[in-house]
């Protein structure tokens, strides 16, 4: 009867080898272990250290283990043993701090010192040599699976340690940020555990929640980060370093808003990440651009008259009384005069210019100010409290 034609792209040819190629090959396994784990502590040099403790543990039981299932699937006819052991291999190469490509090499120097040991027996038992070319596919294909396994329990323990990592991290921002501030004892040993050098200096870069999507998945790869209340606030540590503006803003775009914080030491964060929130308060209010990254320096008159609400408000209404007095439509075009004569600093011509009006119209302007404000506004106090309360009102153009 003739036997049908193999699969060309069979995954576990070892079904097709016969009992006597097991016979020839399970006496070879103590010494074949051994002399492939002296192979691999030559060839591949970040195994080249002594079988000791749980890396001793690991190559030994991994080989052994590895030839065992080898015979054990070939008597089987089937699929090789599910064993956790190479996934685990995978994951021990992650918390060692190696990459997979070490363990493969492995698997490879393994793989060739099998065959020339087994492929020797075979001859010596008097294997036909269809039978070795069919051991030496069952060989490969069989290490293809240990690094299949392995490359999985990597790509896992990977998957964790960053999810680890994202966690302590989080924890971190958390500190930083609490108010009033965390033991400084406690931030260190949680950013020795997230691995996060504590800088000289960060700025805090705060977003509405709701941008998140877009913003967070483009902020520097050392950025921590954490939601505070309805915004999401990344710690940027070194916020002078070259290249830093540019990304926020390619991270923010132009139809989002994003604030940055004063740069301050660590134990500051709570109060770089109050003056970025502050930043956005203004945007929303409409006293600070809609879009973009504002920076909170470029906002620090605002923030000042905003520190106290309620003292600023009294302000305006003791200096800019005069103009209570008016209708509404007199008193928008008083209050817009009174804005540019005193950042033009009297100039005639330049308030204008600002006001896209004639100069006489000015001139009858200015002397109705006067009639209203009277000697305050050759006061140079009272000029600048004038300024003050305009700057609340938002009318100040500067």
Do not use: Y
């Given at each position: 009867m003739v036997e049908p034609a193999p699969d060309l792209f069979d995954p576990r040819p070892w079904r097709r080898l016969p009992a006597d190629a097991v016979a020839a090959m399970r006496p070879q396994l103590p010494d074949l272990a051994r002399e492939i784990i002296a192979a691999i502590r030559v060839e591949v040099p970040a195994y080249a250290r002594p079988l000791e403790g749980p890396f001793g543990r690991g190559l030994v039981v991994g080989v052994e283990e590895a030839l065992r299932q080898f015979i054990d699937g070939i008597e089987a006819g089937g699929p090789m043993p599910r064993s956790r052991v190479y996934v685990d291999l995978g994951r021990g190469e992650v918390r060692a701090g190696r990459g997979l490509d070490v363990l493969l090499a492995a698997y490879r120097v393994g793989a060739r010192v099998a065959w020339r040991r087994f492929s020797a027996a075979g001859v010596a038992a008097g294997l036909e040599p269809q039978t070795l070319y069919l051991l030496a596919e069952s060989i490969f294909a069989y290490i293809d699976e240990l690094s299949a396994k392995s490359a999985e329990g990597y790509a896992l323990?990977?998957?964790?340690?960053?999810?680890e990592l994202r966690a302590q991290r989080q924890r971190l921002a958390r500190l930083l940020l609490r108010d009033p501030p965390a033991d400084p004892l406690d931030v260190e040993e949680v950013a020795r555990?997230?691995?996060?050098?504590?800088?000289?200096?960060?700025?805090?870069?705060?977003?509405?929640?709701?941008?998140?999507?877009?913003?967070?998945?483009?902020?520097?790869?050392?950025?921590?980060?954490?939601?505070?209340?309805?915004?999401?606030?990344?710690?940027?540590?070194?916020?002078?370093?070259?290249?830093l503006r540019t990304q926020l803003q390619h991270a923010v775009g132009p139809r989002h808003v994003a604030a940055l914080g004063p740069a301050v030491a660590w134990g500051d964060s709570a109060l770089s990440l109050a003056r970025a929130r502050a930043v956005l308060e203004l945007s929303a209010e409409g006293a600070a651009?809609?879009?973009?990254?504002?920076?909170?320096?470029?906002?620090?008159?605002?923030?000042?008259?905003?520190?106290?609400?309620?003292?600023?408000?009294?302000?305006?209404?003791?200096?800019?009384?005069?103009?209570?007095?008016?209708?509404?439509?007199?008193?928008?075009?008083?209050?817009?005069?009174?804005?540019?004569?005193?950042?033009?600093?009297?100039?005639?011509?330049a308030v204008a210019e600002r006001l896209h009006v004639h100069p006489q119209t000015v001139r009858y302007?200015?002397?109705?100010?006067?009639?209203?404000?009277?000697?305050?506004?050759?006061?140079?106090?009272?000029?600048?409290?004038?300024?003050?309360a305009l700057r609340v009102e938002g009318a100040f153009d500067a």
């Open positions: 323990e990977q998957s964790a340690a960053a999810g555990a997230a691995r996060w050098r504590l800088p000289a200096a960060l700025a805090a870069f705060a977003f509405p929640e709701a941008q998140s999507e877009r913003i967070a998945p483009r902020l520097p790869a050392d950025a921590i980060v954490d939601t505070v209340g309805d915004v999401v606030c990344a710690l940027l540590p070194d916020p002078a370093r070259e290249g651009p809609p879009h973009g990254v504002l920076d909170s320096a470029d906002h620090a008159t605002a923030l000042l008259l905003r520190s106290d609400r309620r003292l600023a408000q009294e302000l305006v209404r003791a200096r800019l009384a005069p103009l209570a007095r008016l209708a509404a439509g007199p008193r928008a075009r008083m209050t817009a005069t009174l804005a540019a004569w005193l950042a033009e600093q009297g100039r005639l011509q302007r200015l002397s109705r100010l006067r009639e209203l404000f009277g000697e305050q506004l050759d006061d140079p106090q009272r000029r600048f409290e004038l300024e003050l």
